[in-house]
């Protein structure tokens, strides 16, 4: 099992990014998917969920309108498209898979994000 995020970078606040999580080793459509961020000095927290049956998504309260959680099943790929970009989302962002009823549970590496003028 892998989870390889790219995408990251340096924007201005305002700006935008996408973050993508290619998967191997399983398929994204059979377990929960996720985007964490971390920023220095302050614990992982969840931004972002899509589900296996139905594609249903959430997303935290800080990003909510700005954030969009998607997947590309036929590139076994998850998307995190950021607008809005606002300084305090930068972070370390990381890929989750992890089934909801089991002990399986992986991450990526993570990318860096940094918002700053």
């Known amino acids: 099992v892998q989870l390889v995020e790219s995408g990251g970078g340096l924007v201005q606040p305002g700006g935008s990014l996408e973050l993508s999580c290619a998967a191997s080793?399983?398929?994204?459509?059979?377990?929960?998917m996720s985007w964490y961020r971390q920023a220095p000095g302050k614990e992982r927290e969840l931004v972002a969920g899509i589900t296996s049956v139905g594609g249903s998504t959430n997303y935290a309260d800080s990003v909510k309108g700005r954030f969009t959680i998607s997947r590309d099943n036929t590139k076994n790929t998850v998307y995190l498209q950021m607008n809005s970009l606002k300084p305090e989302d930068t972070a370390v962002y990381y890929c989750?898979?992890?089934?909801?009823?089991?002990?399986?549970?992986?991450w990526g590496q993570g990318t860096q994000v940094t918002v700053s003028s």
């Open positions: 989750n898979a992890h089934h909801p009823f089991l002990p399986w549970n992986h």
């Open positions: 080793g399983f398929t994204v459509s059979s377990y929960v």
